[in-house]
């Protein structure tokens, strides 16, 4: 077995039991935790795709700023300690039985299907072709989502801003009526 | 061709009239809004006579005949290319005659009015309405068509419901208008099945197409025959079923007597000279078929009209209501215009009891009127209705005193009064037709000189009553139009009608056959002398009378108990058997089922509502369940 | 590069991570733990873009773009979400998602 694909197995299984815990754990913290290994688990998974630019982000992203966010608001907004959550098994039943449907829809058309790889040759993915790539206005250019997402960003730090501003909203323009 | 489209002015400016006081009359004053119906009304009268000369004098006539000339007819509703309802103006002798009848007395009821209802709250609103009676009498008279008669008959019927119940705060005018309004629609039901029947048969509604002689309208008659009938003849008696209602003829008369709740301008106008007789109109004007293709149901109208003349004036002899007296009296004499028609046939002499109804119509809407507008002065002067409050008011109403007098000799048939012409030409037609019924006619003349000069007597000389506060004649205003009618009823006597309004259209050559006239005449004069003997002083004979025919005075008293009678079939046996079952069915058939639809309605919205719990898991849950179903649809079944 | 790895396999495994992220979104309480199911939803189609492209696609870049740009919407989307869930916190002192119900008939 080449080491590639034992650490494959060793990610999978990390991912496959980890977010299954994350989604039936009692407890919230030990859910964000959980979720970090899966993020940091599907990190590796991109190391061994070959993408490490893309690894390099998702630990940073996730595992550094997201799940960072998530424990903050999970302790502004409730006690550590508090852990009782399970739904009634009604809902329970019914979910399980859609997800399950739609995972062995899923699989089976997956397995169906003749996927037909390409005979070009593989392009060489570098830090220097990622950057040219992001700033080129060729047609293959991206730097028109670039920008886009930047913009996306912005909005979203002001979005967040005023959303979670405390105090009562503003009345905005609205003459008062009794002074005349 | 004389150039007659003005006369639609005839009955548009009434109708005018009727909008301007209805709308805007209580912001003007009353005396104002009296005064715009009446020189509305003069106006019309002044148009009519104008046409009236202009008609009988100087038109063209054709054979001799006059012409039916039709001013002017348009579409009004089209339904298929065959079918359609006109409006139009048609003028032939009877309904020039009635064009200046009706103006005539609605003039001087409108002057009359001025006076009467003076002061009176509501003022505006009697002008308006009798503006608007006007109009649609007018317009029934100028029909063209049998349809737009018929319209303008039930307008009239809704005129004169306004009319009658008019003090509409006294819940037995109230009632009257009711009942008036109830018995001539029922009347009317069959008027239209008979228009129906007749228009299905002959594919028009027009008079002129109609009533031809010689066209095929008439020329129908032969045909189908059902329970030994012909077509024709079942179409002309529903078609007098109509007449008989707004006539008040028996069965139907039981309206008219109480419709006397009304204002006495309006028994004048309506009750006595124009609106009642639109049934004599009506068979006089579709004439030609009654005589040609349905001579049964011309037998049906004399009939029922010598019948009416001899039931009313039996019990117009008891009544102690003046208004009464004169409504039953109404009944009486138009009983012989449709005995007139009923024994009359077409064209030449045959059409005397023709031309003899319609001088009656036009004498009898003079003296009645007049008759009517004096017992207004009458009641006016006393305040009260009854003839046993009343007596020796000859003292105190000189000019009253005078008309109703001439008034009564004219209907008593007193030559040389209008009256006796009239009604010596009818009483010749039935002589010379139908034994029997000139027999009840004559019986029926002698009543109502004797009821008319008991009423008469009653009231003017007969005891010395004291009143309260002297009576005092009345006002100019209601005056002079007594005065003027009463000339109208001596003058008119001597208009020639045989030369003006025949059945064909041609001179009649008719003179005064003595052999009627007399005894005419000394029934009259028997009849006045023996309510002379009872009623000129003071007596106890009459009182006595009552005694000895104990249950004919009850029953003549009672009105032969027609009225309870018509309540007690519709109280007890219309209401409790065919409309109580069917408000059941109503209420609990039809509302339930609508009722269900609603809670059915709502109760399945409630149980939908469910979906918008705002549960957001359950709205993911059903999402992805979907977006699963529709995967597999697509990918494995969509072949 | 990949030896013996076939597709199928990546395939599987964000299938598997993608439906343990929907049982976690129909059935957790809390408000965070639904995002937290969410953002597994995310990466799992962040691991099929990079596959596809990999096996498919080597002589492209579009998948691995696509996931960069899925990475930024998602952190945007968390950062907004968060932020809402701390203005429902402060109004109903709950973040039970069955009780932040109004939105209904």
Redesign the interface.
Known sequence: M?A??IM?ILF?AM??IF??L???SRK?LR??VF?LF??VS?SG??F????Q??AA??LT??AG??VV??IF??L???HISQNF???GWK??I???L??????I???V???DYK????T????E?NMK??GK??LSVDY?G?VL?FEV?SV??L???V???V??K?GAPKTIGLPKLNQE | MINFSYTIWIPLLPLLMFLLLGLAGHKLKPKLSGLLGTCGLGIITVLSYITAFKYFFTSEKVDGAYQKITALNFTWLQFTDKLHIDMGVLLDPISVMMLVVITTVSFMVHIYSLGYMKGEKGFERFFSFLSLFSFSMLGLVLATNIFQMYIFWELVGVSSFLLIGFYYQKPSAVRASKKAFIVTRFADLGFLIGILILSFNTKTFDFITLTNPTGTAIAQGGGIAFLGLSIMTWSMIFVFMGGVGKSAMFPFHIWLPDAMEGPTPVSALIHAATMVVAGVYLVARMFPIYAISAPVALHVVAYVGAFSSLFAAVIACTQTDIKRVLAYSTISQIGYMMLALGVAGYGGHEGLGYMASMFHLFTHAMFKALLFLGAGAIIHAVHSNYMTEMGSLRKYLPVTHITFLIACLTIAGIPPLSGFFSKDEILAAAFHSNKLLFAVEYAVAGLTAFYMFRLYFSIFWGKDTQYHHTPHEAPATMTIPLIILAIGSVVTGFIPFNKLVTSDGKILESEIEMMVAIPSVLIGLLGIGIAYIMYKKESAIPDKLAVTFKYSYKWAYNKFYMDELYLFVTKKIIFRYISEPVAWFDRHVVDATMNAIASVTQGVSFRIRGYQSGQLQKYAFVFITGAIMLAILFIYLWK | MNSGIPLQYFLILATVMFFAGVYGFLTRRNLITILMSVELILNSVNINFLAFNRYLFPHKLEGMFFSLFIIAVAASEAAVAIAIIINIYRRFTTINVEDVNEMKF
């Open positions: 080449a590639s694909q494959f999978s991912i496959v977010s299954i994350t989604v039936t919230i859910a964000a979720l899966v993020l599907t998974l991109y061994l795709l070959n993408y630019f893309l982000v998702q992203l996730y700023g997201i966010l998530i608001s999970i502004l907004t409730s959550e399970s739904s809902k329970n019914f979910s399980a859609a997800a399950l449907a739609g995972a829809l899923s699989i058309t997956i397995l996927f037909s790889a390409t070009e040759a593989a392009k993915v072709l990622i790539s992001l293959d991206y989502p997402i996306l960003l909005a979203a730090m979005a967040a801003i959303v979670a405390k």
